[in-house]
């Protein structure tokens, strides 16, 4: 019973106020978060199980698999658009088997890489809708490594991209890692 009454109560916070979740499902013993220090292209690219799945909030709990790739890779850095209806997300592939940025439909179909192999030797990842359509994103086309570390990690810089994956550049150039953009309700990103 108590169990219940938290579970009611957590739910009737106005906050709370949709019915699904959007999560990555990853065993416990295989989480995939690098160091502080390092970003996705210091992560092994394999041995995960995991998948992009929604959680019902309000009903019973059930999950509902979006996407799981055909082989033991990594998924993550989910990022969905503004309008609900695709997502961004962060997977090894490609024709050089680096870190790529792919988008699939919310319904979990139409899987798609959209950053182009320009550069056999980058790893691009961390993607965030922008409300003109284009993607901003995390890359190690910079060819700059973590200083405190020797230079063993690669950095990756903030760059912007069309929706199609055509026209990336870098936007910053910074010694240490950009990660994680995130659009602010203000339009800046953070």
Known sequence: EAVALQREALLANPAIDFEKL????????RIGLPQN??????????????????????????????????????????DLNFDADKMLFSMPGGKDNRWQ?????????????VTVEDHPDVDNYDACYLPDGRIVFASTRCFAGVPCVGGNDSVANLCIMDANGRNARQLCYDQDHNWCPTMLHNGRVL
């Open 22 to 29: 959007l999560i990555v499902r990853r065993k416990a013993d």
């Open 37 to 78: 220090w390092q970003g996705n292209c210091s992560l092994s690219k394999t041995g995960y199980d995991n998948e992009i799945a929604t959680l019902e909030m309000k009903v019973d709990g059930r999950m509902e698999r979006l996407y799981k790739p055909e082989n033991d890779v990594f998924v993550g850095d989910v």
């Open 101 to 113: 940025i792919w988008e699939i439909a919310a319904a979990g179909g139409g899987l798609r890489q």
